[in-house]
């Protein structure tokens, strides 16, 4: 091959590389985006928003709109600025490098949701960022309806405050009752100079709906200057009613911006594919609902149940941890009585600085220790005092269960374990190696380790079980008083006819606790069953004629190491009889003699 030739052949060579390259674009160029580097860049980009509006979505839930989201939300405004940038490439003749704008999307689009999914299962995630939303019959849709609106409101509250966001996509809001609402919404009235809702229904390109705008405002399509040097003076929340979808939002309001002001632009459609700064879809607000019937399970199509269940999904408000307690605590029940009672128990608000959030949880909370068992309720409540807060070994903590006497075999460790797991009141990490409890559910479980001072707002009560047998070795921080039961509380049961109170007798809370709350029992007319630990015999002086009542008393300090001991058929014995047993060593007082 001659000299000519070869140059020849280079010079077909050059001419076919940039074929190749249209294909499959050099990411290291810096100049102006092409059109095929710019579709690559958003399909990508839309992944990335998909994401941001689900995290988004789920944040402006309980329990994590009460928790501190600095690292979501810096990451949440660094979407926003990546979108503006690429915004601004497809717009201007910009010198952008297509290898850093991927890189740091594909960056972002990393970021670690671990702390959500701990709350929603990544499969319910992924349908939200697919855009697939999963429906759920129900009997009662304006119920579900009204709560969705709820739902809705809070999330646009929840970030209605911060100035990058300036325009809200609010989907498949098909009536007008979320938007009269929001326009009267007291927050929104405060905030805001101008609150104004607009049909644009007619409106085909974004300058119609800019000139729609003008003229409600009262000026004229023709003083636009005067009209745009108004708004940026202003703060405004602009509804639009029947926004078009082929209208850009993001597009809307060039002229008007302004940073030393609060500004957005909010556009009711039922399309959600629209770019804008925060989406908000009616479907995916169905969340906790699909939570509440995936954990519940067919139950819930039951028409005796059926309505019961929106009702206590209803009274969570939303709360997400605890609608998947109260949930997983219904998993498959069809007993009437017992769904009423859950919704009774969730619907229960004390008088308490606890914040509505916290009472929901805690209420939850209490309702999932009634039908736990008592070995996994003192497990639970040891965990609630002594898991540290960044988890432990499953085999370590089994160890200090069995140190403590609180279970008497590996394997019945193992079995209450999975229980916890499994009701959502611990979670499993590390492989199922490692175990940890959520700081909401540590924080609330600590209110119910002693008795709070609400229940003395239960004139009506006539039942009261309540269990205190936790371990005393070890910190004990978590203690929110020196008294197990607050004085005073007893007293206004005046109702009460059961009594049972189960105590660890080293807990030496409950000897200060028992000298003061007797002389409160002595006064419950009503009163004819009652369960004690009585650490000093000289305490049963104020308890000499029990002819009237049924008892059980155990008298001494050293209960916990013989009971581990008792045969099971000295507990059903004990547990069926008025008795009382001397756990104090040999001999027997006189005092005791005497009673």
Not at 323 to 337: E, F, G, P, W, Y
Not at 392 to 406: A, G, I, Q, S
Not at 458 to 482: A, D, H, I, Q
Not at 495 to 500: F, G, H, K, P, W
């Amino acid at each position: 091959m001659d000299e000519e030739e070869e140059e020849e052949e280079e010079e077909e060579e050059e001419e076919e590389e940039p074929d190749r390259t249209k294909s499959s674009p050099d990411r290291t160029k810096s100049s102006p985006l092409g059109e095929e580097e710019l579709r690559e860049i958003k399909v990508l980009l839309r992944k990335l928003n998909t994401k941001k509006d689900a995290v988004l979505l789920i944040l402006s839930y309980p329990p994590f709109n009460s928790r501190s989201n600095e690292t979501h939300i810096g990451w949440f405004l660094d979407v926003l600025e990546i979108n503006h940038k690429v915004r601004e490439s497809h717009d201007k003749v910009n010198e952008v490098k297509f290898s850093e704008l991927y890189s740091e999307i594909e960056r972002l689009l990393h970021h670690s949701i671990h702390d959500i999914e701990a709350h929603v299962p990544a499969d319910i995630i992924v349908d939200m960022c697919e855009f697939r939303s999963p429906w759920h019959e129900t009997a009662n849709k304006p119920t579900l309806d009204f709560c969705v609106d709820d739902f809705m409101i809070r999330h646009i509250s929840q970030y209605i405050q911060i100035p990058e966001i300036r325009t809200i996509l609010i989907s498949e809001a098909t009536d007008e009752t979320l938007l009269f609402r929001l326009k009267k919404l007291p927050p929104l009235r405060q905030m805001f100079d101008i609150v104004t809702r607009i049909d644009v229904n007619l409106c085909k390109t974004y300058e119609d709906v800019e000139d729609r705008i003008i003229e409600e405002l009262g000026f004229s399509k023709f003083r636009r200057g005067e009209a745009d040097e108004f708004l940026r003076s202003q703060n405004f929340m602009i509804l639009l009613q029947r926004f078009r979808p082929w209208i850009g939002l993001n597009d809307l309001g060039s002229g008007w911006w302004n940073s030393d002001k609060t500004q957005k632009i909010a556009g009711f459609t039922s399309d959600s594919s629209m770019p804008a700064d925060l989406k908000i879809s009616r479907h995916h607000h169905l969340l906790s609902w699909i939570l509440f019937y995936e954990n519940v399970g067919e139950v819930v199509h039951s028409s005796s149940i059926r309505p019961l269940a929106l009702d206590v999904w209803r009274q969570c408000c939303g709360h997400l941890l605890a609608t998947s307690l109260i949930a997983r605590a219904l998993k498959d029940v069809n007993d009437v009585s017992i769904w009423q009672h859950a919704s009774r128990a969730i619907g229960f608000l004390p008088m308490t600085s606890h914040s509505t959030e916290d009472k929901i949880l805690l209420n939850a909370l209490a309702f999932v220790l009634g039908h736990l068992g008592s070995a996994a309720n003192k497990c639970l409540k040891y965990c609630a005092s002594y898991l540290e807060m960044e988890g432990t070994h499953k085999v370590d903590l089994l160890k200090r269960w069995m140190k403590e006497d609180l279970i008497q075999t590996l394997n019945e460790g193992e079995q209450i374990v999975q229980q916890l797991v499994n009701a959502v009141l611990l979670e499993s990490f590390q492989n199922g190696e490692s175990v940890r409890m959520a700081n909401e559910v540590q924080k609330e479980l600590t209110e119910i380790i002693d008795l709070p001072v609400t229940i003395g707002n239960l004139p009506k009560l006539t039942n009261l079980k309540v269990s205190f047998y936790l371990p005393v070795n070890g910190n004990r921080k978590n203690y929110s008083s020196n008294r197990i039961i607050p004085q005073n509380v007893i007293s206004r049961l005046v109702l009460l006819e059961e009594l049972s109170i189960d105590v660890n007798p080293e807990d030496e809370r409950w000897n200060a606790t028992i000298e003061d709350i007797l002389p409160e029992v002595c006064c419950l007319k009503r009163l004819h069953f009652l369960k004690l630990h009585w650490p000093k015999v000289s305490l049963l002086n104020d308890f000499r004629d029990l002819s009237w009542m049924n008892f059980r008393f155990i008298v001494g300090n050293h209960l916990k190491s013989i009971i581990s001991r008792l045969p099971h058929e000295s507990v059903i014995k004990f547990g069926e009889e008025s008795c009382l047993k001397y756990v104090n060593g040999e001999g027997i007082p006189s005092e005791i003699k005497e009673f």
